[in-house]
């Protein structure tokens, strides 16, 4: 293990940008999950509220380079902006970098805002994408229960499906999940 100029820890054979280490012991919960993306964001976009490491939503889902969450702001304290989560079912880290909010499109899986512990997770999408094959993709992977998430999460958990959850290849409707659309 090394150490980036500001004394955040690196990982041998790491990248040499510094990676966004989050010292705490990993505490598991139950959560609702919810997705959003680029047409559902409000406004419709990759805008987040509080940037951590990210200009605007995105993310690989990696350790290192986790995609962005919302929730809302009751849960500001026990999941603070720039808290990393892993969420078992995708196999994928992710950061808290946006807020929920109701305002949104009334389309997409988490449309009506966060209540609770509850993560809007970010699927992806461009300007370019296909507003139905987006939303599609983020009612697919919505669980209709509470499932397993683990906050402050050690690195080295297993990763599937690194980058986006939906996205604009292959033609002509993408994929969500490494699944075509």
């Known amino acids: 293990m090394q150490t980036s100029g500001s004394s955040i820890p690196v990982p041998s054979g790491a990248p040499k940008a510094s990676c966004y280490v989050t010292k705490q012991t990993p505490t598991n919960v139950k959560a609702t999950i919810t997705f959003y993306g680029w047409p559902d964001n409000t406004p419709p976009g990759n805008q ?11 993310g690989d889902g990696t350790y290192c380079n986790p995609t ?7 849960n500001n304290k026990q999941i603070p902006y720039g808290i990393k989560i892993y969420v078992p079912f995708l196999k994928q880290y992710f950061i808290r970098e946006d807020l929920c909010t109701a305002s949104g499109p009334p389309t997409g899986s988490g449309s009506n ?26 009612l697919m992977l919505t669980p209709n229960h509470q499932v397993a998430v683990i ?12 980058g986006p959850l939906y996205q604009d290849r292959p033609p002509p409707n993408g994929s969500c999940y490494g699944k075509r659309e």
């Open 48 to 58: 987040i509220a509080h940037p951590i490491i990210h200009k605007g939503a995105g």
């Open 68 to 74: 962005t969450f919302a929730t809302e702001h009751s």
């Open 113 to 138: 805002g966060c209540y609770g512990l509850w993560f809007d997770l970010w699927v992806g999408g461009t300007a370019k994408s296909k507003a139905r094959n987006v939303v599609n993709c983020e």
């Open 151 to 162: 906050l402050w999460p050690r690195s080295g958990l297993p990763v599937a499906h690194p």
